[in-house]
């Protein structure tokens, strides 16, 4: 389950003022699902900035739209979309 694991680290200002690292581990990389039946790709989030833990799922709902829940610093919940294109 953790062969997809990817980890990140760097270096901000303002909210991510200092150093910050996070990992993203794919719970199900790949999609399987009946004809007509949405099964998204779901990854765990989680994000340290030397003094709090965020945490929270991805959702790949097509290759292009992704959506996240969170727990912000354990205290505060987001919701977002994410839609790419490529240029």
């Not at 799922?57 to 292009?64: D, S």
């Not at 959506?67 to 919701?79: F, R, V």
């Given at each position: ?15 991510y003022?200092g ?5 993203s581990?794919a719970?199900?990389?790949v ?5 007509g ?23 790949g709902?097509?290759?292009n ?6 727990m ?16």
């Amino acid at each position: 389950a953790f062969n997809s694991a990817r980890g990140h680290i760097g270096f901000g200002d303002g909210p991510y003022n200092g150093v910050f690292a996070g990992l993203s581990i794919a719970l199900n990389p790949v999609t399987v699902s009946k004809p007509g039946q949405m099964r998204p790709t779901t990854s765990l989030l989680l994000e340290h900035n030397g003094r709090n833990l965020s945490a929270g799922l991805r959702f790949g709902l097509t290759p292009n739209l992704k959506a996240d829940i969170a727990m912000l610093n354990m205290e505060k919940a987001m919701i977002g979309l994410n839609y790419s294109v490529n240029m």
